[in-house]
């Protein structure tokens, strides 16, 4: 299974100091690679690989139709579509692009990490990424569940693909992904958890907001997410990539140069909220 989330480009919002990454191309459901990650051989493990949880086995059930669950995400789709044109689609639409996370997570962090000032954790990160990949397609390819989109009509803050539609929406990959590197990186700067946790849910609550994931698709990705960390401490070789992370990290915010104030207050007015 390719290991590569399907996303769509992302328009620019300057009012809001948001300056989308480039588009990556629809190529399936797992996990984009990272910008901020310098070159690495593609022989590159995961670190978990089989002794991964399995998460079909873990994550609660793809609603049924007609069921409760069900009825609740068709419910908050069909609300979220009035978020059209806020501030909020804004910032939904600014992180289709899960590649560019370390960017979206500057201000919670208090410095954009890159592969020039933190390159042993980009390199940590593109190995979670793996990980991250296979506890998503499991049970996506287990559950067919189609996105929201096909089931009832309404809008959505990117432009529909074949390849989006045809990758499953339960659970999503990508809020598996951003609630994955929001506990790492809260881990490795402990005084910036709160914020950190509450943009990483926020990232993940974007595809709510886009109408591409029903809301237990991404109550679904931020528990696959949650099982990943959690195995990844009983790995002795990501144990030792932390400390070097946190060291890195450490230096990088000490080093800065820290993100703009006005447009980190405006993003976290915004993140405040809950769209649904």
Request: aromatic share 6%; glycine share 6%; net charge neutral.
């Given at each position: 299974?390719?290991?590569?989330?399907?996303?769509?480009?992302?328009a620019?919002?300057?009012?809001?100091?948001?300056a989308?990454?480039p588009?990556?191309?629809?190529?399936?459901?797992?996990?984009?690679?990272?910008?901020?990650?310098?070159?690495?051989?593609?022989?590159?493990?995961p670190?978990?690989?089989?002794?991964?949880?399995?998460?079909y086995?873990i994550?609660?059930?793809?609603?049924q139709?007609?069921s409760?669950?069900?009825?609740?995400?068709?419910?908050i789709?069909?609300?979220?579509?009035?978020?059209k044109?806020?501030p909020?689609w804004?910032?939904?639409?600014?992180?289709?692009?899960?590649?560019?996370?370390?960017?979206?997570l500057a201000?919670?962090?208090?410095v954009?990490?890159?592969?020039?000032?933190a390159?042993?954790?980009?390199?940590?990160?593109?190995?979670?990424?793996?990980?991250v990949?296979?506890?998503?397609?499991?049970?996506?390819?287990?559950?067919q569940?189609?996105?929201?989109?096909?089931?009832?009509?309404?809008?959505?803050?990117?432009?529909?693909?074949?390849?989006?539609?045809?990758?499953?929406?339960?659970?999503s990959?990508?809020?598996?992904?951003?609630?994955?590197?929001?506990?790492?990186?809260?881990?490795?700067?402990?005084?910036?958890?709160?914020?950190?946790?509450?943009?990483?849910?926020?990232f993940?609550?974007?595809?709510?907001?886009?109408?591409?994931?029903?809301?237990?698709?991404?109550?679904?990705?931020?528990?696959?997410?949650s099982?990943?960390?959690?195995?990844l401490?009983?790995?002795?070789?990501f144990?030792?990539?932390?400390?070097?992370?946190?060291?890195?990290v450490?230096?990088?915010?000490?080093a800065?140069?820290?993100?703009?104030?006005a447009?980190?207050?405006r993003?976290?007015?915004?993140v405040?909220?809950?769209?649904?």
């Amino acid at each position: 299974m390719d290991w590569k989330l399907a996303a769509a480009g992302a328009a620019a919002v300057v009012s809001m100091g948001f300056a989308p990454a480039p588009p990556t191309a629809p190529t399936g459901h797992g996990v984009a690679p990272l910008p901020m990650t310098p070159a690495a051989p593609a022989a590159q493990p995961p670190y978990l690989g089989d002794a991964l949880p399995d998460t079909y086995a873990i994550l609660p059930p793809s609603p049924q139709p007609g069921s409760p669950r069900d009825d609740a995400d068709r419910a908050i789709f069909r609300a979220t579509r009035s978020a059209k044109d806020t501030p909020r689609w804004a910032l939904a639409q600014n992180d289709v692009n899960q590649a560019a996370i370390m960017k979206d997570l500057a201000c919670a962090i208090g410095v954009e990490l890159t592969a020039q000032n933190a390159p042993k954790t980009s390199a940590m990160m593109l190995r979670v990424g793996r990980d991250v990949s296979r506890a998503t397609n499991r049970p996506k390819d287990i559950y067919q569940r189609p996105r929201p989109y096909l089931v009832q009509q309404g809008e959505t803050c990117i432009p529909v693909s074949d390849a989006l539609s045809k990758s499953p929406d339960y659970p999503s990959g990508h809020n598996a992904w951003g609630w994955t590197v929001g506990l790492i990186m809260a881990e490795l700067a402990p005084d910036r958890a709160t914020q950190i946790l509450a943009r990483a849910r926020a990232f993940g609550e974007g595809r709510l907001v886009c109408g591409v994931h029903n809301l237990s698709a991404v109550e679904a990705g931020r528990l696959n997410g949650s099982i990943v960390v959690a195995a990844l401490h009983g790995n002795a070789e990501f144990r030792r990539d932390m400390d070097a992370a946190r060291a890195e990290v450490a230096a990088a915010r000490k080093a800065g140069p820290a993100p703009d104030p006005a447009a980190c207050e405006r993003e976290s007015e915004i993140v405040a909220k809950s769209p649904y």
